[in-house]
């Protein structure tokens, strides 16, 4: 099993551009996260889902969205980028309390 | 969800056994407490989990009191390469199974 997988693992971005950060885990984990980390600091949710067609919103979920299709994947979407959005992301999958963490994005908005 | 507080940092040198405290005063009654080990540049990782007394694993111990308002990651003869923030999180593990990170405690090791 790869586990979680994250593309790109770099990205730098124009402010007002758009993207999407990819996620997919192998493991049929019905439950995935979206986490962002400044440097220094904690992880804080911006978004999970529970299943395919389920997601909601975490702690810090404004200027970005979510879909779950497939169990699979669960891309996250940046639209018009700020530079308060530079950060490193992290998607994760659980089943039950262990959550499996991807490498992460490193993302930069100049 | 149940608020944690950890100590910011933490050092110690290698060989020695290092216990790093978390207090979840407002932990409920199905919460469970599970621990996150953090490197430089990488994802978290899964070190234990625990809902009272005491757990054993082949990395660490957690140590839980019968109230379980705080909890106690013990790490023992501990060597650089456990330099790296850990994180205590609390959460129930139900319909949502989210998961909130504090900043986590950086445990420095030195030689």
């Known amino acids: 099993n790869a586990g979680v997988t994250q593309t790109p693992k770099f990205r730098i971005l124009k402010i007002g551009q758009s993207m999407t950060l990819q996620c997919t885990q192998d493991m049929n984990h019905n439950y995935m996260y979206w986490y962002r980390q400044d440097p220094g600091m904690g992880l804080k949710l911006i978004y999970y889902s529970v299943g395919a067609g389920i997601t909601d919103k975490g702690e810090v979920p404004n200027g970005y969205n979510v879909s779950r299709s497939t169990t699979e994947d669960f891309p996250l979407r940046l639209e018009l980028a700020a530079p308060s959005q530079t950060s490193v992301y992290f998607c994760?999958?659980?089943?039950?309390?262990?959550?499996?963490f991807g490498p992460g994005t490193r993302l930069t908005v100049t | 969800l149940a608020k944690t507080t950890q100590p910011i940092s933490m050092d110690s040198y290698e060989g020695q056994e290092v216990n790093i405290t978390c207090s979840h005063n407002n932990i409920a009654t199905n919460d469970y407490i599970t621990w996150y080990q953090q490197f430089p540049s990488q994802g978290p990782r899964f070190i234990i989990q625990?809902?009272?007394t005491k757990v054993t694993n082949e990395v660490a111990s957690l140590f839980i009191p019968a109230d379980r308002k705080s909890s106690t990651l013990s790490l023992p003869r501990v060597s650089l390469s456990d330099t790296a923030v850990y994180y205590c999180?609390?959460?129930?593990?139900?319909?949502?199974?989210?998961?909130?990170f504090g900043t986590g405690t950086l445990l420095a090791v030195q030689p």
């Open positions: 994760a999958s659980t089943q039950s309390y262990e959550q499996y």
């Open positions: 625990g809902y009272k």
């Open positions: 999180l609390v959460g129930d593990g139900g319909a949502t199974n989210k998961l909130i």
